[in-house]
């Protein structure tokens, strides 16, 4: 599910997931806070990983927590609230 990876990255952790129809390409900015795949394209993931077996990327935590701060209580709040009123007129 998404918000396994969004929970992830409020940790500062970065991502790596297939770009599938379930919304990751929502959370997943590629060399901002992860990395996204073609679906099926195991090379690709293969590539991903050794990047991270070989210490060979340089992720900021805070910029990882930053990217998903529409996900927080105050961003979503403050946009729940926008469309309920947008609703109403």
Partial sequence: LPMVIAEGM??????????????????????????LYPVGDYSKLSEYLKKFINDDVDFDSQKIKDSIDFLYDDSYDQRFVRLLKKGIE
Avoid: V
């Fill in 10 to 35: 409020s940790y500062g952790i970065p991502a790596i997931a297939t770009d599938c129809k379930t919304g990751p390409e929502d959370l997943i900015k590629s060399n901002l806070n992860g990395y």
